[in-house]
């Protein structure tokens, strides 16, 4: 099982950056991709990025050019952990949402997500 663990939500101006992370620990060597999702009030859950175990990258294209997602595959930790990280910048009010951790194991072992609690990102003056 895949523990994940979010930070870095808060409030931030327009035009300002955010820099979310989320620590993946468990049975992490199932982990294909690590990414993120965001859901607004009234608006169904969306891909914002998300990033696969070859460092291949898929954006939205709402955020093409201000997000950029990363991955850190620290297996040498104790416990050993992967950290997907989502770095955000020029915000814009329309980006104000819920922002959701996800991973994806391989098919190999199943293929089943897992879900971050969750972490508020407001962008308001």
């Known amino acids: 099982q895949v523990r994940l663990v979010e930070s870095g939500g808060g409030l931030v101006q327009p035009g300002g950056s955010l820099r979310l992370s989320c620590a993946a620990s468990g049975s992490i060597f199932t982990i294909y991709s690590m990414g993120w999702y965001r859901q607004a009030p009234g608006k169904q859950r969306e891909l914002v990025a998300v990033?696969?175990?070859?460092?291949?990258?898929?954006?939205?294209?709402?955020?093409k050019g201000r997000f950029t997602v990363s991955r850190d595959n620290a297996k040498n930790t104790v416990p050993p952990k992967n950290t997907v990280y989502l770095l955000m910048n020029s915000l814009k009010p329309e980006d104000t949402a819920v922002y959701y951790c996800?991973?994806?194991?391989?098919?190999?072992?199943?293929?089943?997500?897992?879900w971050g609690q969750g972490t508020q990102v407001t962008v308001s003056s």
């Open positions: 996800n991973t994806r194991d391989y098919s190999d072992y199943g293929g089943g997500e897992n």
């Open positions: 990033i696969t175990d070859t460092d291949s990258t898929k954006y939205a294209d709402s955020v």
